[in-house]
């Protein structure tokens, strides 16, 4: 027995327009200063107002949001009692309007309490819309929550079935003028869901299908977006389809993981971002050749071997993590990523002060346990240093 | 030697194979609660049977069968249908899978628990290595 979740899911050119469809009275916007100053707050607004709402903006979310971010919000919103919420950026102010959400309903409950677990009763003062702007996080279609922890320097990950968006709105416009490093961290991020929401352990059928077409797309097409984000004329016809084909399979790469579960990768890149402040699609897409090539010498490679042929690679059962995990490598490269943390520019003694560090929180992350093949202390140790050395795994 | 399942024999050698597990032993370095899992009577098995599992500091102090008039207070309960703790121990069923799904029901400090998967993990590794007789 398993569960699928979704909210409803409105995609496509101007899909931010069916906002003036919802019936909504107060809406409480959760956003970061960065979209205001950009123009992007301002359009969503213009169609909330248009439903003849009131509106508070809610710009305080930071990357990696912290708690003390949550708190805030949670106060805007009581005292503000929106009958909606709207969760509009990248990951991090949606999963904060998750939460702040939760918190408005359930003022009974600190932020660690979010758990899959419980009943939470919520949507009886209000409910929630996503709208992603970077096409990457699925955070619009997951009910996942991640956190950060200042004091411990750790990533929290929480949410409950519940807390999943009434409603998506998906529309590629909102995405089209991301900057070169941003398309392809985002990117990367959503083949790293769909490649981990396919060969997790806890994988199902329903799921199977998202992360098989999400991954082919971004193959075909980040490269076009990334070369789009570097044009001085992205309204190309040839432009404006890899952004839309990007934005649909981060939406359908969420749906996949966000209902299966992801793997090693973004156990390691959990941790690499909360000790490094690493953007947190840069460190799971670079973990992600090596996390596959190792789980290709172990039980992994059956499922690798079905997403490698969807993606036309062919070879030798006893080649295929390598040749994958290359391809994977070229397309980092392609859209300008680094290969290792040390031609990301970490200082190898940072790396070695940490190390114990990292190996202890990832091991302590949710994803960690649906691996295919599930590392040893020690293993999991030198994967950390091939990591850094950006040298294959060999074992 | 297979150990019948539930049984005081089948509580102690999982005792004994976490404490002989390196993995288990770091992974669950800081982890203070005791257990006990429950297994309730279903069309298998016709009759409720409570194991209590010591856990301290990556190590188990022991472990043993016990019985409803002298059940020790534990951090933790987790009750599930006979058959549902076999297919756990068979490696069928994810025990969070199962918690998040209500086939196991945990009483306790759910986001504890959570806060160490990988220790979760080796107990279920250790339960699948014991031989075990299903009656």
Sequence with gaps: MWHFVSPRIVFGESALSSLEEISMSRALVVTDQNLVQIGLVEQVLDQIKKAGCEVLVFDEVEPDPTLAAVELGKKAANDFQPDWIIGLGGGSPMDTSKAIWVLYERPDLIPAEINPFIHLGLREKSRLITIPTTSGTGADVTWAIVLTDSENNRKMGLGNRENAADIALVDPALASGMPPRLTADTGLDALTHAVEGFICTWHTDITDGLCLNAAREIFNYLPIAYEASQSDNPRQERYQQAREKMHNAATSAGLGFGNAMASLAHAMGHVLGSVFHIPHGRAVGLCLPYTIEFAARGDGTSRIATLARILDIRAPKNEIGEKFSSKLRDLASAVGNPLSLEELGLEKKDFEDQLDKLVDDAFNDTQIITSPRCPSFEELEKIFQYVYQGHPIDF | ?135
């Design chain 2, 1 to 135: 030697m297979a150990y019948k399942f539930p049984s005081d024999e089948w509580i102690k050698a999982l005792s004994e194979l976490l404490n002989a597990s390196d993995s288990y032993q770091r992974s669950a370095k800081d982890w203070e609660g005791d257990f006990i899992f429950i297994a309730d009577p279903d069309d298998a098995y016709p009759e409720t049977a409570y194991l209590h599992l010591q856990l301290y500091h990556g190590s188990s102090a022991g472990a043993a069968q016990v019985y409803p008039d002298d059940m020790p207070e534990t951090e933790f309960i987790i009750n599930a249908p006979y058959s549902t703790w076999r297919k756990v121990i068979d490696g069928k069923l994810d025990p969070i899978q199962g918690m998040m799904t209500g086939q196991l029901k945990l009483q306790g400090d759910l986001m504890k628990v959570m806060r160490y998967p990988k220790a979760a993990q080796e107990i279920v590794s250790c339960c699948a290595k014991i031989p075990t007789d299903w009656p």
